[in-house]
């Protein structure tokens, strides 16, 4: 089945840097990926998705990149605020019309005033 | 637009027991997912609801079930309760229409296992 990786576990980054979070899949059928952002004692937010079709998709400070013959695809936040600071999780969709995602283990961000 | 909403917030039980968690999905969303996420863990799927019907579920044992109604909210029924099932449990709604469209989820129940 679809086993998503996602790197690194936990990220610090200074307050204004990048933070780059990269995730891999193993299933080639895979064509939705979503991130969700989650805060403390909340549920996860989608902040951006990319569909196979599409190589990078941009929303202001967020941006996502994908590389399907790689199979990897990564989340980049520039000009990072202490707001950003949560844990980020990929996801990847399964399935015959990818109705069901497997998510990767996450990733603690954590900026840094 | 209201969101997913989920009730209890809170749910504190002890082993053997049941428990019972509801989920109200966005409106005009048909599909609704439950999630377990084990303290400091990643989201591992449980259960997917569209039209009334089960559609899939996660490696969780059968104690672990649920129904969707013709409203399209959804409870999650948890039965012979184990100290690991304490978790935050996940409600997520998606549009109809098919997949690879994104996953609108509620902040949660906490269950806890005493």
């Known amino acids: 089945g679809e086993n998503v990786e996602q790197h690194p576990s936990t990220l610090s980054v200074q307050e204004g840097d990048s933070a780059v979070i990269k995730c891999t899949y193993s299933d080639s059928a895979s064509n939705y990926f979503p991130w969700y952002k989650q805060e403390l004692g909340k549920g996860p937010q989608l902040i951006i998705d990319?569909?196979?079709?599409?190589g990078e998709k941009k929303d202001q400070r967020i941006a996502v990149t994908l590389n399907k013959t790689a199979k990897h695809f990564s989340l980049h936040i520039t000009e990072t605020q202490p707001e950003d600071s949560a844990v980020y999780f990929c996801?990847?969709?399964?399935?015959?019309?990818?109705?069901?995602?497997?998510f990767g283990p996450g990733t603690r961000l954590s900026v840094l005033p | 637009e209201a969101g997913v909403t989920q009730s209890p917030t809170h749910l504190i039980k002890t082993r053997g027991q049941q428990a019972t968690l509801r989920c109200s999905p966005i409106s005009g969303h048909t599909s609704v997912y439950w999630y377990q996420q084990a303290l400091g863990l990643g989201l591992q799927f449980l259960l997917w609801?569209?039209?009334?019907?089960?559609?899939n579920r996660g490696n969780f044992p059968p104690r672990f079930s649920g129904r969707q109604f013709p409203n399209y909210s959804s409870e999650l029924n948890v039965n012979a309760l184990e100290l690991e099932d304490s978790a935050l449990y996940l409600c997520?709604?998606?549009?109809?229409?098919?997949?690879?469209?994104?996953?609108?989820f509620g902040d949660g129940t906490r269950l806890s296992i005493l």
């Open positions: 997520a709604s998606s549009p109809a229409g098919g997949g690879n469209q994104p996953q609108h």
């Open positions: 990319i569909r196979s079709n599409v």
């Open positions: 609801y569209d039209e009334g019907e089960e559609r």
């Open positions: 996801a990847a969709s399964i399935g015959n019309y990818g109705q069901n995602f497997v």
